[in-house]
């Protein structure tokens, strides 16, 4: 799995993924129409995509085989959480 900060940098990364391996990719992020996604997320689940380029909430994908997870850019901002959390609602 590879996390990317923002939705704009994923295809240039997938077309450097697809010219390096030979393997199955799956894209995932906000920016894909409900079917898409959920094909991503199926090829990903039952490992026809070996690799997995994302945003943050492609980390919820189930990944049965996971062996690593990518933080391209990892001092980006788009990866901190902004505001605080409470156990308890207000």
Same mark, same amino acid.
């Given at each position: 799995?590879?996390?990317?900060?923002?939705?704009?940098?994923?295809?240039?990364?997938?077309?450097?993924?697809?010219?390096? *391996?030979?393997?199955?990719?799956?894209?995932?992020?906000?920016?894909?129409?409900?079917?898409?996604?959920?094909?991503?997320?199926?090829?990903?689940?039952?490992?026809?995509?070996?690799?997995?380029?994302?945003?943050?909430?492609?980390? *919820?994908?189930?990944?049965?085989?996971?062996?690593?997870?990518?933080?391209?850019?990892?001092?980006?901002?788009?990866?901190? !959480? !902004?505001?605080? *959390?409470?156990?308890?609602?207000?």
């Amino acid at each position: 799995m590879v996390l990317v900060p923002e939705i704009a940098l994923t295809p240039q990364l997938v077309d450097r993924f697809r010219r390096r *391996f030979n393997a199955g990719i799956a894209v995932l992020h906000s920016g894909l129409a409900g079917t898409e996604r959920r094909a991503a997320w199926r090829a990903a689940y039952g490992g026809q995509a070996r690799i997995v380029i994302g945003t943050r909430s492609a980390v *919820f994908t189930a990944l049965p085989r996971l062996v690593l997870i990518v933080v391209d850019e990892e001092h980006d901002a788009s990866y901190k !959480q !902004q505001e605080g *959390f409470s156990l308890f609602s207000p």
